[in-house]
C-alpha cells in the first residue's frame, strides 16, 4: 500500500509504548505534553492517544487501536528493548509505516540502545536495541532526531518545573504544533505565569469567600448556640416552677423535674432549688390501707398498714412485720423507744423487743377486748392505753414479757395525757376530763364546753401536750379550742384556732417541746401553729399534699418531722378503696417547712467554724461545743464541750492546722487532735470580757477578736500557743461586732469601725496593726464583712439591707462592684463559699439568702432558705470543703447542704424515675432521658 500523509484529525498524536517497562513513564509523559504551553481556562493543549486513556472494553482490541492510529496525525515510538520485542509495538509500527510517512514518527528514547550508521543511512542493528530492525530497517532514509529520555526513569521525576523536562517536552510539541521550540517555551512560560497569576487571584478570591462563608458560619452557629442556650435556660427555669407548683402533690416527681432543670441549664433559679428541695416532703406509698405512722423516741418511724414497717430517719427500712397479716389498726413506742406495740382489727395487742430495729423479737401477745382500736398511749409508769372510738383499756406492762389487763377506760376516749391522765371523752355534746387513780380507776374531773359550738353530730379531736398541761380540742367546724388543764378539775380556756380546712378537723398532734400545733383536715391539709404562747397562737406553713382527709399526725422526737396518713383508715373495713393511702413526712422546724440537712441545740448566734478537713464544726456560745460533721448521719451530740468563762457564751474558731481551736477573750487554744477529749493549750488566765468575735490568719499565727466593749477588739501572736500574746489593739474598731475576716493572703483584717466605716488592717505577727484603708457603704453603715477565697475581694453588707463587692487589692484605693439590697433589715452575717462563686448573707430581716457573685460586678440572689422561724442574729460559715453551710442562731445551729452534686444524688436515690408519660407532659420537646437513669 502506497504510504499517505499524516491525516486523521482527531488526535495530535498516538503514543506507541511497551506496558512491561514503560507504562508508568507513558502515563506521566502524556500528562506533560498535554499541559504544556496550555491556556488555564483549557484541560489541554494537546489531543493524545494513549491505549489505557482512550480504549474501552471490547471484543475487538485491534480495530479499536487501528481506528486510533487512524485518527492520529503523529506516531510518538517510547523505544526501548521491551518496546522492540513488543508484538503490539511492531503492530502499530507496521501500520504506520505503511499508512503514514516515516517523517511522523517522534522517538522517544527511554533505555536500551540508538546508534545510526551514516555510512549505511540506517541504525547500527549491531548494537542498536531499543528499536525492532525488521519493522524500522529501512523506514529512515537519513537519521532522524530522537529524544533521550532515559534519565526519566520515575514518573515523579516528571517535574513540569524542572528544566530537562520542558526542554524535552519542547522538543515533542514543536513539531505537533508547527511552531519553533524556543518560541513553543516562550509561550509556555508566559501561560504558567499567566495561570499562576490566575491562580493566586482564584485562590484569594476563595480564601475571602471562604472567610466569608466561615464567618457566616460560625455567626449563624453562635446565633444558633444562644439561641439554644437560652431555650434550654426557659425550660430549666419553667421546670423549677413546674415543680414548685407541684412540690406537695407530687413530690417525687417534683424531685425529678429538679434534676432534669439542672441537667439542662444549671440556672441560678435551678441552683436555688436544689438547695431548697429538702422541703420536699418524702413520700411513704401504703401496702393496702395506711392506717397510723408513729415516731419512737429514737427516731425510728412505724407505719402499719398491711402490716408493720420500722423507718430510720434517712428513709431506709429496717424490718418488715406481718407481711401477711392485714389486721394491723394502730402501733405505738414506749417511752425509750425499745419496746413497740401492735395492736390488731380485734383488741389483740403484740409487744415486741425493737432495741435491734433489723431483728425485733416478740415478748408478749394479750387480747384486750377493744374492737377495731384507733390509738394507743404508753405512760411513763408502765402502762399502756388502747383507746377506740367507743371503748378502751389500760394494760400493765411493766414487764412487757408478762402484760396484764388492768380494765376497761371510759367510752369514746378521744385524747390521754402524756401520764395517761387526765382523759378526754366525747359523748354527743358533751366533752369530758377523767383522772386515773394509781389502780387505774377512771374519775369525772370536769365537763369542758363542746367547742362545735351545738353541732349535731359533733365529732372531736384531741391532743396534748408532752407536760400534760396544754390541751388542744377540734371538731368538725374547723376549729380548735386551747385550754390549760394544769388542775383537770378546772380547765382554763386560752384561745380559739380557725383553720382554713373546708370539711373539719380529723386529727390533732402537738409537738414534745408543746410550742407547735399541727392540724389534719378532712381536705387533705395541715396547718401548723405556734402555741408557745396559749393566749396568743399564731399560724405558720400550709402542707396540702394530701388528696383526701388526713387521718393521723406525729412530731419527730427533735420536732424536725412531721408523719402526717393521707386516707381513709376505715376504708378497708368497708371494703372501700383509700383515695391517697400514704404517710408524707414532712421536714419542718418549728411553724414553718425546713430546708436544713439538720439542726444542732447550739446557744448564741456566734458564727460557726469548721476544721480544714471539714469533719468538725466548732459553734461557739454557752457552752462552745464541737461536733463531728464527717460520718454522714446528723449529729446527735456534740463530741465535746469546751470551757465557757463568761456569761453569754464566748466565739471560737479554727486554726488552718485543723485541729487547734482558738476561744474567748483573752485567747485561749484547745487541741481537738482527740476530739472526745479536747485538751488545753493555754496556761490559766483571768477573763475579764466575752469575746463575740474570732478570727485566725489564714497564713500567719495571728488570732484577731472582737469584744462587746469599745476598745476591746485586739491583734494576738499565738505562735505560742500556751502563751498568746497581744500584738495591739485594732484602732477604731467598733464593739459588739461579730464578724472579722483575714484575707487569703493574711495581710489584710478587715472589721467595722466606729462610725459605720469598714476598715482595713495591715497585720503581721511582729508589729501592730495599722489602718490600711477604708470604704464607706452607699447606702448606710457597715455591718458585716467577709473576704473571698481568692485574691482581695471582699464583700460587705450594711444596715439598709445591701450586700456589696469590693476590690481592695490597693487598701487605699477600694474599688466598688456590683451591690444587691434584698433583706429588708441590717445584714448582720456574711460568708463565702471556698469556690468564690457562693456567697450567703443573714439580715435582721430573720433571712439567710444564697448570692450567685461569680461576676463580682452583678450579684444574683439564688436562694431565701427555709429554716424552721427567723435568724435576726446568725453566723454564717461554709465548710472548707464546700458541701455545708452552718448558720449559728439562737435556735441553733442549722446546716444546709450546699453540694450540688450530692444534693441530685439525693433526688435520684429519694425519687422514683420519671415515667415516659410525664416526660411526654412536661419535656414534650425532648427525646425520653430519664435524669436520673
Not at 377512771?442 to 365537763?447: K, L, S
Not at 464566748?650 to 485543723?658: E, I, L, M, W
Not at 481592695?808 to 469556690?835: E, I, M, N, Q, Y
Amino acid at each position: 500500500m502506497e504510504r499517505q500523509p499524516a491525516g486523521g484529525g482527531e488526535y495530535d498524536a498516538f503514543i506507541s509504548y511497551s506496558h512491561t517497562w514503560d507504562k508508568e513513564l507513558a502515563k506521566a509523559f502524556q500528562s506533560r505534553l498535554q499541559a504544556f504551553d496550555r491556556p488555564w481556562y483549557r484541560s489541554r493543549s494537546l489531543r493524545l492517544f494513549r491505549d489505557e486513556t482512550n480504549l474501552a472494553a471490547s471484543p475487538h482490541l485491534w480495530n479499536e487501536i487501528e481506528r486510533g492510529l487512524a485518527g492520529s496525525r503523529w506516531l510518538v515510538l517510547m523505544a526501548s528493548p521491551p518496546a522492540a520485542a513488543s508484538p503490539w509495538v511492531r503492530k502499530e509500527i507496521r501500520w504506520w509505516l505503511t499508512h503514514r510517512s516515516a517523517d511522523t514518527v517522534l522517538i522517544a528514547w527511554t533505555d536500551g540502545t540508538l546508534v545510526w550508521d551514516d555510512s549505511r543511512t540506517s541504525f547500527d542493528w549491531s548494537r542498536t536495541d531499543a528499536l525492532p530492525q525488521e519493522e524500522m530497517a529501512r523506514a529512515f532514509d537519513q537519521e532522524p532526531r530522537w529524544v533521550d529520555l532515559r534519565w526519566l526513569r520515575r514518573p515523579e521525576q516528571a517535574d513540569g518545573a524542572d528544566p530537562r523536562m520542558v526542554e524535552c517536552i519542547a522538543e515533542f510539541a514543536a513539531p505537533l504544533k508547527g511552531r519553533s521550540k524556543d518560541e513553543l517555551i516562550g509561550d509556555h512560560v508566559r501561560q504558567h505565569r499567566r495561570t499562576l497569576r490566575v491562580v493566586r487571584a482564584t485562590v484569594a478570591v476563595l480564601t475571602v469567600l471562604l472567610l466569608a462563608a466561615v464567618a457566616g458560619g460560625v455567626t449563624a452557629y453562635t446565633q444558633r448556640n444562644t439561641a439554644r442556650a437560652r431555650t434550654l435556660v426557659a425550660q430549666s427555669r419553667q421546670l423549677v416552677a413546674e415543680a414548685s407548683s407541684i412540690r406537695d402533690a407530687q413530690p417525687d416527681l417534683a424531685r425529678q423535674l429538679l434534676v432534669q432543670a439542672y441537667r439542662l441549664a444549671p440556672t441560678a433559679e435551678a441552683a436555688g432549688a436544689l438547695v431548697e428541695s429538702r422541703t420536699l416532703p418524702r413520700v411513704v406509698h401504703g401496702r393496702g390501707t395506711v392506717r397510723t405512722a408513729a415516731y419512737s423516741s429514737r427516731g425510728l418511724l412505724a407505719v402499719a398498714d398491711d402490716g408493720v414497717r420500722l423507718f430510720d430517719a434517712t428513709g431506709t427500712v429496717r424490718t418488715t412485720l406481718d407481711e401477711s397479716d392485714s389486721s394491723v389498726a394502730t402501733v405505738a413506742f414506749g417511752p425509750d423507744g425499745l419496746l413497740l406495740a401492735i395492736a390488731g382489727a380485734e383488741g389483740e395487742v403484740r409487744l415486741l423487743d425493737v432495741s435491734a430495729p433489723d431483728r425485733p423479737r416478740t415478748l408478749a401477745v394479750l387480747s384486750t377486748g377493744v374492737p377495731d382500736p384507733q390509738r394507743m398511749l404508753f405512760t411513763p409508769g408502765g402502762r399502756l392505753l388502747v383507746l377506740a372510738y367507743k371503748s378502751g383499756a389500760l394494760l400493765d406492762v411493766q414487764d412487757p414479757a408478762r402484760p396484764g389487763l388492768l380494765g376497761p377506760l371510759p367510752g369514746a376516749v378521744v385524747g390521754a395525757g402524756p401520764t395517761g391522765s387526765p382523759l378526754l371523752t366525747s359523748e354527743g355534746a358533751q366533752i369530758r376530763l377523767w383522772t386515773l387513780s394509781e389502780s387505774g380507776r377512771p374519775a369525772p374531773a370536769a365537763v369542758i364546753p363542746d367547742p362545735s359550738g351545738g353541732a349535731r353530730h359533733p365529732e372531736h379531736r384531741a391532743a396534748f401536750s408532752a407536760n400534760g398541761r396544754i390541751l388542744a380540742v377540734g371538731g368538725a367546724d374547723n376549729r380548735v379550742r386551747l385550754w390549760d388543764v394544769t388542775d383537770p378539775a378546772r380547765p382554763a380556756a386560752r384561745a380559739e384556732l380557725y383553720t382554713q380546712g373546708r370539711a373539719g378537723i380529723d386529727t390533732l398532734a402537738l409537738s414534745r417541746d408543746g410550742t407547735t400545733l399541727a392540724t389534719g383536715g378532712r381536705d387533705g391539709e395541715i396547718g401548723l401553729w405556734d402555741v408557745s404562747d396559749p393566749l396568743r397562737p399564731r399560724a405558720g406553713a400550709r402542707l396540702t399534699g394530701h388528696t383526701d382527709a388526713v387521718r393521723g399526725l406525729d412530731f419527730s422526737p427533735d420536732g424536725y418531722a412531721l408523719a402526717s396518713v393521707g386516707g381513709d383508715g376505715a376504708a378497708r373495713k368497708y371494703s372501700v378503696d383509700a383515695a391517697d393511702s400514704t404517710v408524707r413526712v414532712w421536714p419542718v422546724s418549728g411553724t414553718d417547712r425546713s430546708s436544713a440537712a439538720t439542726t444542732l441545740p447550739t446557744r448564741g448566734a456566734f458564727p460557726p467554724s469548721f476544721s480544714r478537713d471539714s469533719r468538725l464544726l466548732a459553734a461557739g456560745g454557752e457552752p462552745t461545743t464541737v461536733w463531728r460533721t464527717d460520718d454522714g448521719a446528723p449529729p446527735s451530740r456534740p463530741a465535746a464541750t469546751l470551757e465557757t468563762f463568761n456569761n453569754g457564751g464566748q466565739a471560737a474558731a479554727f486554726a488552718p492546722d485543723g485541729r487547734t481551736v482558738y476561744s474567748g477573750l483573752p485567747v485561749v487554744a484547745w487541741d481537738m487532735t482527740d476530739p472526745a477529749a479536747p485538751r488545753r493549750l493555754t496556761e490559766q488566765v483571768t477573763r475579764r470580757q466575752s469575746a463575740v468575735g474570732v478570727a485566725v490568719n489564714p497564713v500567719h499565727p495571728l488570732v484577731a477578736t472582737s469584744a462587746n466593749e469599745r476598745g476591746g477588739s485586739q491583734l494576738w501572736n499565738v505562735r505560742d500557743s500556751s502563751r498568746p500574746v497581744p500584738v495591739g489593739p485594732l484602732t477604731g474598731a467598733g464593739p459588739d461586732q461579730h464578724t472579722l475576716s483575714f484575707s487569703p493572703d493574711g495581710a489584710l483584717l478587715a472589721g467595722l469601725s466606729e462610725e459605720g466605716t469598714v476598715r482595713l488592717w495591715q497585720v503581721s505577727p511582729n508589729t501592730p496593726p495599722a489602718v490600711a484603708g477604708s470604704l464607706a457603704t452607699a447606702g448606710g453603715k457597715g455591718t458585716a464583712v467577709a473576704f473571698g477565697p481568692r485574691g482581695r475581694t471582699l464583700l460587705v453588707g450594711d444596715d439598709t439591707g445591701a450586700v456589696t463587692v469590693w476590690d481592695v487589692s490597693l487598701p487605699g484605693r477600694p474599688v466598688r462592684k456590683g451591690s444587691s439590697a434584698r433583706h429588708t433589715g441590717a445584714v448582720r452575717g456574711l460568708a463565702v463559699h471556698p469556690d468564690g462563686a457562693l456567697a450567703a448573707s443573714a439580715g435582721n430581716d430573720g433571712r439567710i439568702r444564697l448570692w450567685d457573685v461569680a461576676d463580682p460586678d452583678r450579684l444574683v440572689e439564688i436562694a431565701s432558705l427555709t429554716g424552721g422561724g427567723l435568724h435576726p442574729a446568725a453566723g454564717l460559715a461554709f465548710s472548707p470543703d464546700g458541701r455545708l453551710l452552718a448558720v449559728g442562731g439562737d435556735g441553733g445551729t442549722r446546716l444546709w447542704s450546699v453540694d450540688r452534686a450530692a444534693i441530685l444524688r439525693r433526688l435520684c436515690a429519694e425519687s422514683p424515675r420519671i415515667t415516659r408519660e410525664q416526660w411526654d407532659q412536661y419535656l414534650p420537646d425532648h427525646p425520653y432521658d430519664p435524669p436520673c437513669a
